[in-house]
């Protein structure tokens, strides 16, 4: 099996934090239903894909309708983890490795709307609620470790 090459971003906004709600996973049979999830945007390089920076502004206008960030920050740090059995073989994947970055949202909330089918809403939330509602554990222990800049 093969490492999945993926990215991500913590996009913070008026001393919060931006989740998605994802309801479905890219299989190689398509799209499937999964176990609902909130989580910060990410998702797999793409082979269309310049670069890893590329990958996640793309990421970021599919599931938030967005192109209004400022880069912030890139991760030396990345998460990474090993997918379940039931999963790998859904997509072909062994584990990831996603590139996390920190982007600062400088929208107005109206531009927000997924437009990714795997995507049913996202929202704001404070860093308290963050932890109880990202539920993969290796991303709950990235919060915890990152050092990113925050707006006052």
């Known amino acids: 099996m093969r490492t999945r090459q993926a990215v991500g971003a913590i996009v913070t906004y008026k001393h919060r934090f931006l ?12 799209q499937e239903s999964q176990g609902e999830t909130w989580d910060f945007v990410k998702g797999g390089v793409e082979d269309e894909d310049r670069d890893v920076e590329a990958s996640i502004r793309r990421e970021l ?16 740090e990345s998460i990474t983890f090993e997918f379940p059995a039931e999963v790998q073989n859904k997509i072909g994947y062994h584990n990831q490795v996603t590139t996390m ?8 909330e109206q531009d927000l709307s997924p437009l990714d089918k795997e995507i049913d809403q996202l929202r704001f939330v404070g860093e308290k609620e963050l932890l109880l509602m990202i539920k993969h554990p290796e991303t709950q222990e990235f919060i915890k470790q990152a050092n990113f800049e925050r707006k006052k």
């Open 19 to 30: 989740i998605v709600h994802k309801t479905k996973m890219n299989t190689k049979a398509g």
């Open 61 to 76: 206008l599919e599931e938030t309708g967005s192109i209004k960030y400022k880069l912030m920050k890139r991760f030396d």
């Open 101 to 108: 970055f920190h982007y600062e949202y400088e929208g107005d």
